[in-house]
Every structure is written in structure tokens, then in C-alpha cells.
């Protein structure tokens, strides 16, 4: 478990439920969620073979510009 090779990121709606759905069941977060300067909240955490996985959502106006569909 100490891949730091990779990182795989999932757009979602809600980055706060997606983290209160995921506790309890994984244990090795990297970071709770935290809005970053660029405007995404994110929240890493590691699987269980070292890989980073970022859930993240839009939340100032330039990031969900950016990521709209």
C-alpha cells in the first residue's frame, strides 16, 4: 500500500456526502474536504494499494465554469 504512482479523480455533486458515505469504511484519508485556492473542494484519500483517489466538486464560479458540461 504505498503507491505514489497514480491518482485518479471523480467529478461529483457533493464532495461533503460523498466523504460522510465513505466514513466508517475507509480509514486512510488523506484529507477531509477542503475547498483549494484553484475553487474545487476535494477530498484525497489512499486506496488499499497506495493509490491516490480525489473526489472533488466545483464550488467557486471559475471551477464550475470550467468543469461544466
Avoid: C, Y
Amino acid at each position: 500500500a504505498d503507491n505514489h504512482s497514480v491518482i485518479t479523480e471523480f467529478l461529483v455533486d457533493d464532495v461533503d456526502r460523498v466523504h460522510q458515505n465513505l466514513t466508517g469504511f475507509v480509514t486512510d484519508f488523506v484529507n477531509k474536504p477542503t475547498t483549494m485556492p484553484w475553487g474545487n473542494r476535494s477530498l484525497l484519500l489512499r486506496d488499499p494499494d497506495g493509490n491516490l483517489v480525489n473526489f472533488f466538486t466545483p464550488v467557486t464560479p471559475a471551477a464550475i465554469e470550467k468543469f461544466a458540461r
